[in-house]
């Protein structure tokens, strides 16, 4: 899942400083998921934002909606209607269905409520933890499952560096090396063999945008991949 | 148990201090409430186990968004007491009141 | 020769090694490089340079090693992964070989978040190993990492890291090999204070043929007081001091302790000439250049061959 | 008038006119006859004409079918003990003084402070077993099972009081934490809070006169002698049986004995000497509560078995009228307001609150009445509801706690649902709390009933579910637990399975002979087995698995595999009594099983059965093997009491041999105190070793040497054992499996646990399961049988009904919004929500649901509601309060 959390709120407030009709637009997935960006977080940002304007003498009004996915054009839809009636949109999606949101509305100043932060896993409720980077380039069948790109703080493919720390990272004591973890499960798994040899340099794919095409499901020639 | 507290609390009721939303707490100082305050049972003799573990949470989330906008956090505040702790409960209220009346009122009613 | 080093002479020679360090100014001062480059000359064979040592900003590392070079003394080119992709490291190798720099340093670096600009993005376009794999693949086939050929091929004399006390230590050694197998010629070891697990390190090093392919240089670094050992004990990630080594500095008594050290320092290499597999000392004498001279006369290493 | 406060020992005054405390029961008004000086002001001010000055006692005559004795208990009294200077030193207090003082309805309302000059202590000494332990001073052999415990707590908390450093110091002769979860307490007290433990009995307490600090006098392990400064001194009393409690039980002709307890067998632990009359709680013997309210249900147990053919007799069934729909209806709301005599009438404007009533929106009637509860208003309510054709009602008056039942069963006369009625508190919100200020308390009143006025216009009708309930246990374990249970159940006239995964019924009993009280455990077992399986309402099935389970409370279904065919057969039961059982711990210790000189006590309790006790000349025995240590942090409770039994099984047999107990603490509760008195005067010897410091056994061809250091001689001595017995703990039997099928929690030793350790400790957190025996914790064979009393009674009451009422205030999920994100089933407390694998989409089971809304307040899409509390109900609330300005 993709998770996010919420801007500070000054900043959020500063963007919007010169609007005064704007729809706050949550998303109903991921990041309604990690709680950043859901109906709740939609409601909550509106009565701040509402109370801090009325504070400044300069009111706002305010419009809420949360659509399924702000990343899906038939849902983003639902908004074609309302966008209009407002000066302005903050979205609250993942970086991603923000743009697209922009994009379907290039008239609309739309801004961003939450910042993206990483994909990830949820933990308990209200704590997330980073497991990919979507390098494009998956090593995970080699390295027991465990992602030295994402979980080592220097991305190394040939680890652990000289900075582990009696199973930690040099960076901090809480944060576990993940080459001391990818040694000790490729060792319990009798694959050691893996490591051993030098993994090569890595051909970067994620330093300019990417799509993808299913196969099968490429619908016209224009769309070849890019 | 007829202890005096100031007239101005009003109390609504909720099933456990645990179905509190931030969304309530914010509404009440939204709509020009001078201080709103959760009262739950003691730590750890939640009837619901840890509802008022998680209000305290929210509390504190509340204040902390109150504070970013400019409006005092401490109009918001959680407190905890066994049902049989009449005194006690008053004087929350008295201490709440005071604190209210120290911050004075609710900014938003100046706007 | 690989690089017609001095080092890689004296190392080839047959001699025991005995190299510097020397950590660049933070300011464009060349005085100040000189004036470290002074206390080292004609006592080691070559000098490291780190290159923004800590994560911490300071004069480049090729830059400084150009100074040394303008005074006589030979420099060892620290490279770190952290600060430059693909493309700056290897024309920094280009730039350094074509300056008379013949050795070079590969190093994963230490996270930016130790330094003094923690939120800078790093790098870690490629890794230590993969560093090594390319300055070897520049040198020995003449092409650079995307395969296509180089006009005159750089010539270095190639350096790795190696920390034998960092959990888990079986792995330790395997992964030297890695590095040599990567085409390290020479490894500066971090420095050594648990002797008891280097020598066991050093001897599976042996045993697996590695010393064969490549030379070890076992890295001191002398304790200037009990603070610092203490420091280095709790605080440095991946360095391994005994409890019996921090009491001895402290038994030395006050003021005492920086005598101790070196005295300590000086028994390992001892040691250390006559260790199996143990080719030479490099001496990280940090921001204590000026004790050099003596830890060399005590140790015994003196004079520096001249091959 | 001014007099004594006895609830608060005296350290405070109270009124004439007192309720006794905020917790009684009823909570009513008394009047102090000492302390009355019949001004007749009460009964003038009295409205309602309660007060009596010429009330009688009454006698009255009931007939019924069994009789409960539980007459309770005193703390003893410790003014005779005047080494201890109570009643002498403002300072020395009993622990139940003690407990008063950290009471916010206590005489200092919570804040701790020494009785001469209110200030806070620094240090505070409590001296265990005053008037327990002790056959010297006060008569009293037994131990009160309790002091260990309730000091400790008050240690706890008046630590956490004290803003500053408290210095607490507890002096004990032995530590008796062996209640379940009790040791990790105690753990966490020594260890983390800093409570000091010190063994020894104090003997002399006196005062520094111009401080009045206490110096604390006494002689350590060692035979030294101390002494220390408190500012304070609790004196931990203990539990005594009440003279009028005596005269009750000789009036009743019901046995009691040498300390006046009730007389009672191990095999019927709540039964008294007479047929028909049972007992529970101190009276039975020391106890704390969870003990106390087990034991509760036992004797109910009992008690309803001989009434069962009664049951359902001589009851009313009231009818209630069809629910008209107002759902397509404009909010019509009644407002009628109390006036309750003067409570709210002679502060409140009730006149004005009404005439501001019907101004607010959607009201359409008002009414004010004197007291709106008493029957007649019903009847005009209900008159109300039909002439003006109200479809909602508010009713302001007092709190929905007391009447909001009975309001609600007004509405459902006259057809209205029950969800659709609102209070408005303004009696002990309002008039009883500003009273001195009725134009502010009238304000308010308005205030009030405006925000209950716009909660009624939001509110919807709810359906309470209805369902039947299976009349039908399943018992799991057919231990002496378990065949208890099932036996009871059928008793009351209930079907009963019991299933029992070995081919023998009998459980771990099996393997034992005596209990410590000399009764014999196979012919009770016998008998047992023969009444359960004789018994027509209870089917056993042996070698049986369970292997699948659903449903909830009043309607579960269980698949068992029975036999080593794996014949397959589903359940259908209403309730479940889990009485999984315990067995012995296998010591991995001291030779055990390498030597075998080396046995655990059930063994030897073998042996001595078998071969008697003629052949041995030297017998150690050590304690807490496999218990309190490491590995297993709990007391196993049983151990202390079994190498006591065995000890003085092999000194009645033999009196020349010698025995040796290396014990930690001697845990011998309650009246197993008097069997430790016993053993000690027949010359067993005790040596206490500390948890660090643990014998050294060394096995050799002259006997097992076992060597441990003497407390008392302050060296290490060596004995040469014949046989060492192993006091080795209890472990929880294997339940992984059956756990993760019925999705049962157990605590990390892995017993089950209880719905509420206190109040409802044979109930599991789901409704509908119960716990008996040692699956809960270690305990003995009579307090697993009064458990397991206790189970059968809990599920008699859900038994009972065919039918069961749910609660309509669940939460709800609107599944076509949800985003099955988990954060409500990674919230509730209950583990209700559930992700439906096959329809895919998020669950929450009516029936499991307890309505306390925090997956509705967490719920990131707002797809939760809980009903009657849904979030338009409560921020109209809101709303209307802030409407009116502030």
Not at chain 1, 126 to 136: K, L, V
Not at chain 4, 251 to 272: G, I, K, Q
Not at chain 4, 713 to 734: E, F, K, N, P, V
Not at chain 4, 760 to 772: A, Q
Request: hydrophobic content about 40%; aromatic content about 6%.
């Amino acid at each position: 899942m993709i998770v996010a959390k919420r801007k500070p709120f000054d900043e959020i407030k500063d963007f919007l400083k010169d609007y005064k009709k704007v729809l706050t637009a949550g998303c109903g997935t991921c990041v309604a998921v990690c709680l950043a960006g859901g109906e709740k977080e939609v409601a909550v940002l509106n009565a701040e934002l509402d109370m801090a304007r009325r504070l400044d003498d300069n009111p706002i009004e305010l419009g809420a909606i949360t659509i399924e996915r702000q990343c899906d054009r038939e849902y983003l839809e639902a908004l074609d209607s309302m966008v209009g009636d407002y000066d302005a949109v903050l979205s609250l999606a993942c970086g991603a269905g923000i743009q697209f949101l922009a994009e379907r509305y290039p008239e609309k100043p739309v801004f961003p409520g939450v910042d993206t932060t990483f994909i990830g896993v949820n933990q308990d409720v209200g704590w997330y933890e980073e497991r990919c980077r979507s390098c494009s380039s998956c090593v995970l069948g080699l390295t027991a499952g465990i992602c030295p790109v994402t979980m080592c703080a220097k991305g190394l493919y040939n680890g652990p560096c000289g900075g582990t720390n009696k199973g930690s990272c040099e960076i901090s004591k809480d944060q576990p090396c993940a080459w001391y973890m990818i040694y000790e499960r490729l060792s319990k798994q009798n694959r050691l063999d893996n490591i051993l040899k030098i993994t090569p340099v890595q051909d970067w794919q994620n330093q300019k945008p990417r799509t993808v095409i299913q196969p099968g499901y490429k619908t016209s020639e224009n769309s070849a991949e890019k | 148990m007829r202890l005096d507290y100031p007239s101005n609390i009003k109390i609504i009721r909720v099933p456990c201090t645990g179905k509190v939303d931030v969304m309530h707490l914010l509404r009440a100082i939204q709509k020009g409430a001078d201080g709103v305050y959760a009262v739950g049972c003691l730590e750890g003799a939640c009837h619901y186990n840890e509802g008022n573990l998680r209000a305290r949470e929210r509390v504190n989330h509340v204040r902390r968004l109150l504070e970013e906008i400019g409006i005092e956090g401490d109009r918001v505040r959680m407190y905890n007491l066994s049902s049989g702790e009449g005194p006690t409960f008053a004087a929350y209220a008295r201490e709440m009141a005071e604190n209210i009346k120290a911050l004075g009122p609710n900014p938003l009613k100046q706007h | 020769m690989k690089s017609e080093s001095n080092l890689e002479k004296v190392l080839s020679a047959g001699h025991f090694a005995f190299t510097g360090e020397l950590g660049p100014p933070r300011g464009a001062n060349a005085e100040e490089v000189r004036k470290k480059a002074a206390f080292l000359k004609g006592n080691v064979d070559a000098v490291n340079i780190t290159d923004n040592q800590t994560a911490v900003v300071r004069m480049s590392s090729w830059a400084a090693s150009l100074i040394l070079i303008q005074e006589g003394l030979e420099p060892n080119f620290q490279m770190v992964c952290r600060d430059r992709n693909r493309l700056a490291m290897q024309s920094d190798i280009l730039g350094a070989s074509t300056h008379g720099i013949k050795n070079m340093l590969c190093l994963s670096g230490d996270h930016q978040s130790f330094g003094d600009h923690p939120m800078a993005k790093s790098v870690f376009d490629i890794d230590s190993i993969q560093l090594i794999g390319m300055v070897k693949q520049m040198r020995d086939e003449g092409i650079f990492l995307s395969g296509n050929k180089l006009d005159e091929a750089p010539k270095m004399f190639i350096g790795a890291a190696a920390n034998p006390f960092a959990e888990p230590y079986e792995w330790r050694v395997l992964r030297l090999a890695k590095k040599i197998a990567a085409g390290a010629d020479f490894i500066q070891t971090q420095c050594i204070y648990n002797m008891d697990r280097f020598r066991e390190f050093m001897k599976r090093a042996v045993d697996m043929g590695l010393t064969e392919k490549c030379y070890i240089l076992a890295g001191v670094t002398p304790l200037k007081s009990v603070g610092m050992a203490k420091y280095m004990a709790g605080s440095v990630p991946g360095m391994d001091v005994p409890d019996e080594l921090i009491e001895r500095v402290k038994g030395a008594g006050k003021g005492k302790a920086a005598e101790e050290g070196i005295k300590i320092a000086v028994e390992q290499i001892q040691e250390f000439k006559e260790m199996e597999g143990v080719a030479g000392v490099h001496l990280m004498a940090i921001e204590w250049e000026h004790r050099v001279p003596e830890i060399a006369k005590m140790a015994g290493v003196l004079p520096r061959p001249v091959v | 008038m001014a007099a004594v406060n006895e609830i608060n020992k005296g350290m405070n005054d109270r009124r004439a006119t007192y309720i006794e405390y905020a917790q009684a029961v009823p909570l009513a008004y008394a009047i102090d006859t000492e302390a009355c000086i019949g001004c007749g002001l009460c009964e003038n001010t009295c409205l309602a004409k309660a007060v009596k000055y010429d009330d009688k006692e009454e006698e009255t005559k009931v007939t019924v079918g069994s009789v409960i004795l539980s007459p309770g208990t005193k703390g003893y009294d410790p003014s005779n003990l005047d080494f201890l200077g109570y009643g002498k030193f403002p300072n020395v207090v009993t622990s139940e003084g003690f407990e008063r003082i950290l009471s916010a309805g206590g005489p200092y309302f919570g804040h701790v402070m020494r009785p001469l000059d209110r200030e806070e202590p620094k240090s505070i000494a409590w001296l265990q077993c005053v008037g327990s332990r002790d056959i010297n001073r006060c008569g009293n052999g037994y131990c009160s099972s309790v002091c260990c415990m309730y000091a400790t707590k008050e240690a706890m908390i008046a630590k956490e009081h004290i803003h500053g450093d408290l210095d607490a110091v507890i002096f004990n002769m032995d530590m008796r934490t062996f209640g379940k979860d009790y040791e990790k307490y105690f753990l966490r007290a020594r260890d983390k809070e800093g409570v000091r433990y010190v063994k020894a009995r104090v003997h002399t307490v006196s005062e520094v006169p111009e401080t009045g600090d206490l110096i604390v006098k006494y002689v350590d392990e060692s035979g030294e002698r101390k002494e220390e400064i408190f500012s304070m001194v609790v004196l931990s009393v203990g539990l005594t049986i009440p003279d009028s409690a005596v005269e009750l039980a000789n009036r009743l002709n019901v046995e009691l004995n040498n300390y006046n307890f009730a007389a009672t067998d191990p095999f019927a632990p709540v039964e008294t000497s007479r047929p028909g009359i049972y007992t529970c709680g101190v009276f039975q013997g020391p106890k704390d509560i969870p003990g106390s309210v087990t034991e509760a249900s036992a004797a109910a147990c009992l008690a309803g078995a001989d009434l069962s053919e009664a049951r359902g007799t001589e009851t009313k069934t009231v009818t209630i009228p069809e629910q008209k729909d107002v759902s397509d209806q404009e909010p019509r709301i009644g407002v009628f307001v109390c006036n309750c005599g003067i409570n709210i009438g002679g502060i409140v404007d009730v006149p004005s609150v009404q005439e501001y009533a019907g101004r607010l929106p959607n009201v359409v009637f008002t009414d004010s009445n004197l007291f709106t509860c008493s029957q007649d208003t019903q009847e005009k309510i209900k008159e109300k509801i039909k002439e003006h054709n109200l479809n909602r009602v508010v009713v302001a008056s007092c709190s929905p706690k007391t009447h909001e039942p009975m309001f609600m069963e007004t509405l459902e006369a006259c057809g209205l649902n029950r969800y659709l009625f609102e209070m408005a508190n303004i009696r002990n919100q309002n008039s009883w709390i500003h009273s001195k200020a009725p134009d502010l308390a009238t304000q308010k009143a308005k205030d009030l009933v405006r925000m209950a006025v716009a909660r009624a216009g939001t509110l919807k009708p709810l359906a309470q579910k209805v369902i039947s309930v299976t009349q039908k246990a399943l018992v799991i374990g057919g231990g002496v637990a378990g065949m208890n249970a099932a036996l009871n159940l059928g008793k009351q006239g209930f079907d009963v399975v019991l299933v029992e995964k070995d081919a023998q019924l009998g459980g771990f009993s099996r393997s034992l002979h005596h209990t410590i009280e000399g009764g014999d455990i196979r012919p009770y077992l016998d008998k047992l087995i023969g009444q359960v399986k004789g018994h027509e309402k209870v089917e056993v099935i042996t070698e049986a698995r369970v292997t699948g389970f659903g449903g909830y409370k009043g309607n579960f279904s269980t698949d068992v595999e029975i036999g080593s065919k794996k014949e397959k057969r589903t359940i259908k039961h209403g309730v479940i009594i889990v009485a999984t059982g315990a067995t012995e711990y296998h010591p991995k210790e001291y030779l055990y099983g390498e030597d075998d000189r080396v046995v655990t006590q059930v063994e030897l309790a073998d042996r001595l059965e078998d071969k008697g006790a003629s052949d041995l000349k030297t017998v150690v025995m050590i304690q807490c093997v496999g218990s309190r240590n490491d590995e297993m942090q709990e007391c196993s409770r049983i151990c202390c009491q079994n190498a006591v039994k065995n000890a003085l099984h092999i000194k009645r047999q033999n009196p020349d041999a010698q025995v040796f107990v290396l014990y930690r603490d001697i845990r011998t509760y309650g009246l197993l105190e008097d069997f430790y008195k016993e053993a000690r005067e027949r010359g067993v010897i005790f040596i206490r070793f500390e948890n660090d410091a643990p014998p050294d056994v060394k096995s050799s061809a002259a006997g097992i040497l076992v060597s441990v250091k003497d407390h008392i001689l302050q060296r290490d001595i060596t004995i040469r054992a014949d046989l060492l017995a192993l006091s080795a703990g209890m472990r929880a039997a294997d339940t992984d499996e059956l756990s993760g099928i019925m999705k049962l929690n157990r605590n990390q030793e892995g017993y089950f646990i209880e719905a509420h350790v206190k109040l409802r400790p044979v109930d599991m957190p789901g409704e509908g399961i119960f716990l008996c025996g040692t699956a809960h914790g270690p305990k003995l064979i009579s307090e697993a049988i009064s458990q397991s009393q206790a189970a059968a009674s809990r599920a008699t009451t859900f038994l009972a009904k065919p039918e069961i009422k749910l609660s309509a205030i669940t939460a709800k999920v609107d599944t076509e919004h949800c985003v099955k994100c988990l954060t409500c089933v990674r919230t509730c407390p209950f583990g209700v929500p559930m992700f439906n694998t096959e329809l895919g989409i998020i669950e929450i089971d009516d029936a499991l649901c307890h309505g306390c809304g925090s997956c509705a307040s967490i719920c990131p899409r707002q797809t939760i509601k809980l009903s009657f509390y849904e979030d338009d109900q409560l921020a109209c609330k809101i709303d209307a309060l802030l409407a009116g300005g502030m």
